[in-house]
């Protein structure tokens, strides 16, 4: 029996803001990609374990999720927070009140 409702562990933030939570979401964003997205080797290999999550559950649930994150993010993780609105600290000598 195939059971496209079970839910990852954690998860999966998306890079359009939103997040997907079972196997059903996931296979519906892969199903919903264009052809030439989703017939290369990351995404054929998500649809392949994502298939297996849903008739076996268990460990391929877990085994799903890490291979649609593969497929939507790469090899490379996201970035930790938002490196683009980090201000660096510039350090300045203090001013002696006689420089002034």
């Given at each position: 029996m195939?059971?496209?409702?079970?839910?990852?562990?954690?998860p999966?933030?998306?890079?359009?803001?939103?997040?997907?939570?079972t196997?059903?979401?996931?296979?519906?964003?892969a199903?919903?990609?264009?052809?030439?997205v989703?017939k290369?080797?990351?995404?054929?290999?998500?649809a392949?374990?994502?298939q297996?999550?849903?008739?076996h559950?268990?460990?391929f649930?877990?085994?799903?999720?890490i291979?649609?994150?593969?497929a939507?993010?790469?090899?490379t993780p996201?970035?930790?927070?938002n490196?683009?609105?980090?201000?660096?600290?510039?350090?300045?000598?203090?001013r002696?009140?006689?420089?002034?």
């Open positions: 195939v059971n496209w409702s079970h839910r990852f562990q954690d999966i933030p998306m890079p359009d803001g939103g997040t997907i939570r196997i059903g979401e996931a296979a519906e964003y199903t919903s990609l264009p052809a030439k989703g290369t080797e990351p995404w054929q290999c998500a392949k374990v994502l297996e999550a849903a008739e559950g268990g460990p649930v877990f085994m799903a999720r291979n649609f994150y593969r939507v993010y790469g090899d996201p970035p930790i927070g490196p683009k609105s980090k201000k660096s600290h510039t350090w300045r000598k203090r002696l009140a006689r420089d002034r």
